[in-house]
């Protein structure tokens, strides 16, 4: 699977549009605290969508990310005969992160478990917040090992040209 995506991060952190941090340090729908994964919506609408679903209403940067992944779990068709898991993957991650557990869980964590077991190196996805969008979590230990790339389209360096010290 190739394409575009956006990513819609913070106008704080546009120039580190790819870094997994946020994702690692916090957790994210189908990833754990301390596993990366970088979260796309394959229309400029549906990511803006998803940053507003989890982020005040703060400035952001639209970010288009051209991707080439090789194993991608798709569930946005009907998941009849998947595992209950995957049944329950719109699970609420925030409400398990708050939790008084020693070791939170839920759902969607485990099917990002599942996938990085399988070696996938993503989940194509029904946006919650954009009813007719879909997006990507990938997995970006993969883009580290080759297995997928992703790289952000900034033809003019208006990125870097924006904030060249990168901070």
């Known amino acids: 699977m190739s394409g575009v995506a956006y990513r819609a991060v913070?106008?704080?952190y546009h120039a580190r549009a790819l870094s997994p941090r946020g994702a690692r340090e916090h957790a994210g729908r189908f990833n754990r605290k301390g596993t990366s994964a970088l979260y796309l919506?394959?229309?400029p609408l549906t990511a803006v969508q998803e940053y507003y679903a989890?982020?005040?209403?703060?400035?952001?940067v639209l970010i288009p990310v051209r991707y080439r992944l090789k194993r991608v779990i798709d569930i946005t068709?009907?998941?009849a005969g998947w595992s209950e898991d995957?049944?329950?993957?719109?699970?609420?991650?925030?409400?398990?992160?708050?939790?008084a557990d020693e070791v939170p869980d839920c759902a969607s964590w485990r099917c990002g478990d599942d996938a990085i077991q399988?070696?996938?190196s993503s989940i194509l996805y029904p946006?919650?917040?954009d009813p007719s969008g879909t997006a990507l979590a990938i997995f970006t230990e993969d883009a580290v090992l080759g297995t997928c790339t992703?790289?952000?389209?900034?033809?003019?360096?208006?990125?870097?040209?924006?904030?060249p010290l990168g901070v």
Do not use: M
């Open 77 to 79: 068709g009907d998941l």
């Open 54 to 60: 989890s982020e005040e209403h703060t400035p952001l």
């Open 118 to 120: 399988r070696k996938a």
């Open 127 to 129: 946006s919650k917040y």
């Open 150 to 163: 992703i790289e952000v389209q900034d033809p003019f360096e208006t990125i870097s040209d924006a904030n």
């Open 10 to 12: 913070s106008l704080r």
């Open 41 to 43: 919506g394959r229309s």
């Open 86 to 99: 995957w049944q329950q993957w719109e699970c609420d991650w925030r409400a398990a992160l708050s939790s």
